[in-house]
């Protein structure tokens, strides 16, 4: 069965072609151009009333019909109950998974957001804006390398949902006036999902822009 992803080339779009990719699951992308306001449509509403990509249609959602989902925290969850991956079973473990799935969805994604609109997008140059996203974009980046001094992925000893959720905001760290090397300990983890295959292919949904 395949799995229709609704998407665009951006980090919360990238979280779930990087799940997909590493599943090996079937699926068509559906490109949305946000920049066109097709995330308005519809049709798309349907699937996604807070008019954001990504989504996902499952053909063979729990209830063995179409199931339609999104946020891109609530999709990683449910792709890996689904398939029992990347998301430790037992308690602990899956608990420190989603503080860190809930710490990406809540901090490392809305404020990197903001930092990426005011130093890049805004149309005025507003100063106050930028030095309060970039400060807070530099401190999340710190709290993320003491994390990952500490353990390999950020929950625990094996990779999981919540760096795929991490991964591809970081992926535009220039962006954010972020040097890497700055943080040697996300350094180190950067460039270890950075060479993964699925991520490879994954951040590749649809070609980057
Ligand atoms: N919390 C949402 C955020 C999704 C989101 O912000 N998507 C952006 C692109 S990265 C979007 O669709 N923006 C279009 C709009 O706001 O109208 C998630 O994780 O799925």
Same mark, same amino acid.
């Given at each position: ?6 998407t665009?080339g951006?980090?919360?779009g990238r979280?779930?072609s990087i799940?997909?990719e ?7 992308v ?36 179409? +199931? ?49 609109? +005011? ?49 591809p905001?970081?992926a ?25 295959p699925a991520v490879k292919a994954g951040m590749d949904v649809p070609k980057r822009n």
């Amino acid at each position: 069965m395949t799995i229709d992803l609704y998407t665009w080339g951006t980090p919360n779009g990238r979280k779930v072609s990087i799940m997909l990719e590493e599943l090996g699951l079937a699926y068509d992308v559906h490109l949305i151009d946000i920049t066109k306001d097709e995330q308005f449509a519809p049709e798309f509403l349907k699937i996604s009333p807070n008019n954001k990509i990504p989504a996902i249609v499952d053909p063979d959602g729990p209830d063995g019909r179409p +199931f339609p989902l999104f946020e891109t925290g609530a999709i990683l969850i449910y792709l890996a109950e689904k398939t029992g991956r990347f998301m430790p079973t037992d308690a602990a473990g899956r608990y420190r998974c989603l503080e860190w799935l809930m710490w990406q969805m809540g901090n490392f994604g809305p404020m990197l957001g903001q930092a990426h609109h +005011f130093r890049r997008f805004a149309k005025e140059n507003v100063p106050y804006a930028i030095e309060r996203y970039t400060n807070e974009t530099k401190r999340l980046y710190r709290v993320l390398d003491g994390r990952l001094g500490k353990v390999a992925y950020m929950a625990g000893e094996d990779y999981s949902i919540a760096d795929m959720a991490t991964f591809p905001w970081a992926a535009r760290h220039e962006w954010q006036g972020i040097d890497l090397t700055d943080y040697p300990n996300v350094k180190r983890w950067y460039d270890t999902i950075a060479a993964r295959p699925a991520v490879k292919a994954g951040m590749d949904v649809p070609k980057r822009n």
